[in-house]
């Protein structure tokens, strides 16, 4: 089954779309099979029940019980190679 | 993915000269040149502030600190991306906390609309921003012409 990534970001248009575009380019491009959809913060309450893996483009001070990464290295490229190990390894067994 | 749209840069739309000691203060001189030009709406002022104050956009590239502030759409009255190179850093909180505040020396505000066509642009800033040649010959430019040429010259390739 595929994985669920949900990326959030302050309105769901901008960065988070942003990113969710390149994770799932970067996600393809390593063979996982994912459903990358971006969200406004507002209904991320919503999307994440149902989410495998939260990317978040805002700061997180909730536990959703699901693993949280760091939007902002898909979106500089800073540190994207290490956090995308991470996100791999969190959801290439589902 | 499409190329993303170059006509959203425009030689007007960059600004060399808009000196302020804070962000909120950038955002108000800012909003002086925009609103005549009819880019925003009277709400955009206090709306950018609330959202940056919220949800930052400081960001460290591998090209050096910048910010991409924007808003919602609805205080958007026409599609614009503004390139603001102030004359001293302005300080910008980091992006979701994810660091130190930064300096930012180039801030790029999406003027965004629903139409998709922001996501294109700021994947292919990033994209440049991650270049440091790139960066430095944008951050050479002292017309708005030369800005806009730097910048979406290296777009699309």
Redesign the interface.
């Known amino acids: 089954m595929a994985a669920k990534i949900i990326v959030a970001?302050?309105?769901g248009?901008?960065?988070s779309?942003?990113v969710a575009?390149?994770v799932s380019k970067l996600l393809k491009e390593r063979g996982i099979d994912a459903d990358v959809e971006a969200v406004d913060?507002h209904s991320l309450k919503h999307y994440i029940k149902s989410a495998d893996a939260y990317i978040?483009?805002?700061?997180?001070d909730e536990d959703y019980g699901i693993p949280v990464f760091?939007?902002?290295a898909f979106?500089?490229?800073?540190g994207q190679d290490e956090e995308l190990d991470k996100l791999i390894d969190a959801v290439k067994d589902l | 993915?499409p190329s993303p749209d170059a006509s959203l840069f425009k030689p007007e739309l960059v600004f060399f000269d808009l000196a302020a000691p804070s962000a909120p203060e950038l955002f108000d001189a800012l909003y002086e040149r925009l609103a005549p030009m009819g880019y925003v709406r009277e709400s955009w002022p206090s709306a950018i502030k609330e959202?940056e104050a919220?949800?930052p956009?400081g960001?460290?590239?591998?090209g050096g600190p910048i910010a991409?502030p924007?808003?919602?759409?609805e205080h958007i009255e026409r599609p614009y991306i503004a390139v603001v190179k102030p004359p001293r850093p302005v300080t910008f909180e980091?992006?979701?906390?994810?660091g130190d505040p930064v300096a930012a020396e180039l801030v790029i505000n999406?003027g965004?609309t629903?139409d998709g066509g922001?996501?294109q642009v700021?994947?292919a800033l990033?994209?440049l921003?991650?270049d440091a040649e790139s960066v430095a010959d944008i951050m050479a430019q002292t017309t708005g012409e030369g800005m806009v040429s730097a910048i979406v010259s290296r777009f699309g390739g």
């Open positions: 970001c302050g309105s248009i901008a960065t779309q942003t575009n390149k913060i978040a483009v805002v700061k997180v760091n939007g902002v979106l500089t490229g800073m | 993915m959202r919220s949800y956009t960001l460290l590239t591998p991409i924007h808003v919602d759409p980091f992006m979701a906390g994810m999406l965004i629903r922001q996501v700021l994947q990033m994209d921003f991650g």
